[in-house]
């Protein structure tokens, strides 16, 4: 059975480059009928955080992310925390050294800095020369007598390493120009992100590594290691990087591309999943736009292409605005409401709000565009262009609809239609002349959604109240 893993690290919210990753492992579980685990590395202790281990897992909730293992659900290998496996690390990384595979390393942070230094000065990677491995038992003690601690280090034997990456093809690494031995255990004894995932990854049975390309420089330490433990490796697949709009490589601390932000800019959870499957799949037609149920049934690792992809901000609204539109306008209000709630924007009776919301769902392409247009809601809303209600066809056209008011029968939006039927044969404007110095008393604006849609919203007693304060403006 196919186990896919993700594993974030708490050390931040979720952004666009992780968030994908977690989607194409989900997506990739879903089609593969097998099983997504979250699990958190969160063995940087300085650095991890409950808040963001906390929002991480609420937003991949709200994202339709569910994991079959993991925090809250359990499993058959938890614990899920690399914090509450310490002990695990530890029993390996004994193992290993027992087995000669790994050493203390007494090695200090002064001397690896000056190795670094001269590499760069003699133009050769920046790599570690291995010299903590023949340490006498006399140079040991004579180190540790000043108080200098271990790291633990696990020897590179095999320099020279071929993978068949699930997305890349064949990538061969040689290790002798990559890297020396590498630390598995800090001095402080807790485990590197090496150590964790490679454990990790070998007891929990995962099949198949799919995560960013910023890793496969990882990739064979990770499969030295495994095969040192005696687990066999996953097939690993690395995902292309998402550059920027600029062309730039896409920061992961930049706040416009976390999960949080689009919520916040009022992104429907399914039109993000099918904007960022986008992002280095391809469905092999011209379908740009997948429900969410149909994205699990169409998304292939194989059309994942190796391609750097470009995160461009104007076509994820244009997707939202496609799935906005998808929606019936009972659900569109439902979430409209749900989204001004959570956001604490909601500043007009609900229900006028929840009745009038359907109107703009061919108008907005994210949900943080309502609070402008619900501004038509205010009683004393400023005209975007006073001068359309100031002329004397206007006042003329607003004193013929008044009149009329009193004596329409109509409902929904026949109730319009009676009205501008009624009203076209009284005035001498026509056309745009006559709708548009009805919209700006209506609405306050130039442009908008159809006046026929917003008419039976106001109702008959606030279209009167706005006609005659235009009357009089």
């Not at 690896?112 to 590499?119: H, N, R, T, V, Y």
């Not at 009205?419 to 056309?431: A, D, E, I, W």
């Amino acid at each position: 059975m196919v186990r896919v893993r993700f594993a974030p690290s708490p050390t931040g919210f979720l952004h666009i480059g992780n968030v994908r990753t977690a989607l194409f492992n989900f997506l990739y579980a879903k089609k593969e009928g097998g099983k997504f685990i979250l699990r958190i590395e969160d063995t940087d202790v300085e650095r991890s955080k409950q808040e963001y281990h906390d929002a991480l897992m609420e937003d991949l909730l709200w994202m339709g992310i569910r994991w079959d293992e993991g925090p809250e659900v359990g499993g058959a290998y938890g614990p899920y925390l690399a914090s509450e496996r310490f002990s695990i690390y530890q029993q390996y990384t004994n193992e290993l050294i027992q087995q000669g595979k790994a050493y203390h390393c007494y090695v200090t942070e002064e001397e690896i800095g000056e190795m670094k230094q001269l590499a760069r000065a003699e133009k050769r990677p920046p790599r570690f020369d291995n010299r903590g491995r023949d340490f006498t038992k006399a140079e040991i003690e004579r180190r540790k007598a000043q108080g200098i601690r271990s790291t633990v280090r696990f020897k590179i034997e095999n320099p020279n390493l071929e993978i068949h990456d699930l997305i890349r093809g064949k990538v061969s690494f040689n290790l002798d120009e990559m890297l020396g031995d590498f630390i598995i255990l800090r001095q402080d004894g807790s485990p590197t992100f090496h150590l964790a995932v490679c454990v990790d990854d070998g007891l929990m049975q995962v099949t198949h590594v799919i995560r960013g390309e910023d890793h496969l420089s990882n990739t064979p330490k990770h499969i030295l290691l495994l095969e040192a433990m005696g687990f066999k490796p996953p097939q690993y697949g690395h995902l292309s990087l998402i550059h920027g709009e600029g062309g730039e490589p896409l920061s992961k601390r930049l706040e416009s591309v976390s999960v949080r932000e689009f919520r916040r800019r009022g992104i429907l959870p399914h039109a993000l999943a099918n904007y960022i499957a986008l992002l280095g799949w391809s469905p092999g037609t011209n379908q740009e736009i997948f429900q969410w149920e149909e994205l699990q049934k169409a998304f292939d690792l194989a059309q994942v292409n190796k391609h750097a992809s470009t995160y461009d901000s104007k076509k994820l609204d244009w997707v939202n605005g496609q799935h906005l539109r998808l929606l019936s306008d009972e659900d569109f209000a439902k979430h409209a409401l749900a989204y001004l709630k959570e956001q604490k924007v909601l500043r007009f009776d609900e229900t006028l709000v929840h009745k009038i919301l359907p109107v703009f769902k061919d108008n907005i392409e994210r949900f943080d565009q309502l609070p402008e247009r619900l501004e038509i809601l205010r009683d004393d809303f400023a005209y975007e262009n006073k001068s359309l209600i100031q002329t004397a066809e206007a006042k003329e056209a607003f004193q013929a609809a008044l009149s009329l008011l009193p004596h329409l029968r109509g409902n929904g939006e026949a109730l319009f239609d009676e009205f501008v039927n009624q009203l076209k044969p009284k005035v001498k404007v026509k056309g745009k002349s006559l709708f548009m110095p009805l919209r700006m008393a209506l609405t306050g604006k130039k442009h908008g959604p159809e006046l026929k849609r917003i008419f039976p919203v106001l109702g008959l007693d606030l279209v009167k109240k706005r006609l005659e304060r235009a009357l009089n403006a």
